[in-house]
């Protein structure tokens, strides 16, 4: 089960590019349900999501280079490509802020992503003063739908 919460961020912190990161290709195969390739570094990977915003089912199969190349080929709409950053979330122990900065046809467009151990979790989440709106439950912000639009 996925249970992330999603945020805009028009000021992300001064140091952000100073945190780990990965380099993400993806591409949606369908989108209801969702199933998606996508290269994270030097990893494949084939996703299938169930419907839900704050909470859904989520299940990840290893694909090989070649496999993801084939499917990759065969998406609809556009291919995804952003760096993730791996930021710490203060005081919390166990909690990651998964920043996305996009580049290509969203360049500029950044998004915070939390994922939490329990609906109660994630209610209880207070964010840092940089994020911006929370755009969790509008479903205009899941990359999905991104990869649609005209």
């Known amino acids: 089960m996925e249970i992330e919460r999603k945020y805009l961020v ?3 912190p001064e140091n ?3 945190f780990p990161h990965h380099l993400i290709e993806q591409g949606y195969l369908s989108t209801d349900p969702v199933v998606r390739v996508r290269k994270e570094d030097e990893t494949y990977i084939l ?3 169930s419907k839900g915003l704050l909470a859904r089912e ?3 199969l290893p694909l090989n280079e070649d496999s993801y190349r084939h499917l990759i ?3 609809d709409g556009c291919i995804l490509t952003k760096k993730r950053y791996l930021i710490p979330v203060e005081h919390s122990g166990h909690l990651t802020i998964e920043l996305d900065v996009f580049e290509g046809r969203y360049e500029g ?3 915070a992503e939390v994922e939490f151990d329990s609906l109660e979790e994630a209610h209880a989440f207070t964010p840092p ?3 911006g709106k929370d755009v969790t439950l509008s ?3 899941q990359n999905s739908r991104l990869s649609q639009l005209p």
């Open 139 to 141: 479903g205009e912000y």
């Open 58 to 60: 989520e299940y990840n």
């Open 73 to 75: 080929s065969k998406t």
């Open 10 to 12: 028009t000021s992300p």
């Open 129 to 131: 003063s940089w994020f």
């Open 16 to 18: 952000y590019e100073s």
């Open 109 to 111: 467009l950044m998004l």
């Open 47 to 49: 996703t299938y999501k």
